[in-house]
């Protein structure tokens, strides 16, 4: 079967990526299932359940989030409503929504999604490579399939779940830093990795943000408002193909289609 994995959804921009491209991109490549990461999907910071409906309306399968996803208040209740939605999962416990669940293709295909967050220049969170192993255990159970988005800032901190998991998951894939990285690969045991998916939205931007706003907060170390580009809009992410009896990923290929004619 084939998975779609989609990088972090900025804004408006990032939403009419996805209303633009996901029916194109998922007819190209024949998917059979899409996760993507709207963690930034409202005004850049944190997801609304007007957006998160929105997007899973579009045709995305799981919203799996990271550390913006409690910047909208709204957003708490729903993530108890919504098992579409989910948030990182070594969070303590007590709080709303789920880290992790099992989902069916329109195949009838069984997938695992658990969503993580990294440690490293981070909140000091329950041990994620602890709790990925707790997890994936339980996930295990229903289905061999299983996709694990881990939101992190340092890519060693990624690399090295991608080590940790080889094997036990079909596809690790790093999320947060919203530059696609180029080193996609199958790793050893049949794991697909790539240390981020990259970011839906304004890649004319510094990591989203308007280019002067960014370069302003860096000489003046003066905090603004998160304000979103418009320019270069573009759908980031990764298609893997996975073995449905054994979960083995086989091949890994970056996706990275702009939304032509449209600032």
């Known amino acids: 079967m084939r998975i779609l994995f ?16 996901l ?9 059979d299932f899409t996760i993507a990461n709207g963690e930034n999907a409202a005004g850049g910071m944190g997801v609304t359940p007007a957006i998160g409906t929105e997007i899973l309306n579009l045709g995305v399968d799981v919203l799996t989030s990271g550390n913006h996803v409690w910047a909208k208040k709204e957003i708490l209740p729903f993530l108890d409503v919504e098992r579409r939605l989910l948030r990182p999962s070594n969070y303590p416990e007590g709080v709303p929504g789920k880290g992790g669940g099992v989902f069916e293709s329109v195949k009838g295909f069984k997938i695992g999604v658990l969503n993580l967050e990294g440690r490293v220049f981070m909140k000091n969170l329950d041990c994620p490579f602890r709790v990925a192993e707790r997890e994936i255990e339980v996930l295990r159970g229903e289905t061999k399939i299983i996709i694990v988005d881990f939101h992190a800032e340092a890519t060693s901190e990624k690399m090295a779940m991608g080590w ?33 998916a990259g970011m839906t939205g304004p890649t004319t931007s510094v990591i989203g943000v308007r280019r002067e706003v960014a370069i302003h907060r860096f000489l003046t170390q003066i905090p603004w408002k998160y304000d979103v580009a418009t320019e270069g809009i573009e759908l980031q992410g990764v298609v893997v193909d996975v073995d449905s009896q054994t979960g083995k990923a086989s091949r890994i290929e970056r996706i990275k289609t702009p939304l032509t004619g449209v600032s």
Do not use: N, W
């Open 6 to 21: 989609i990088g972090d959804i900025v804004g408006k921009p990032g939403r009419r990526a996805l209303e633009g491209l």
């Open 23 to 31: 029916g194109k991109v998922i007819s190209e490549h024949a998917v």
């Open 164 to 196: 940790f998991l080889d094997g036990k998951v079909s596809m690790m894939v790093g999320t947060h830093t919203h530059i696609q990285t180029s080193d996609e690969k199958i790793l050893e045991e049949g794991t697909a990795y790539i240390t981020d």
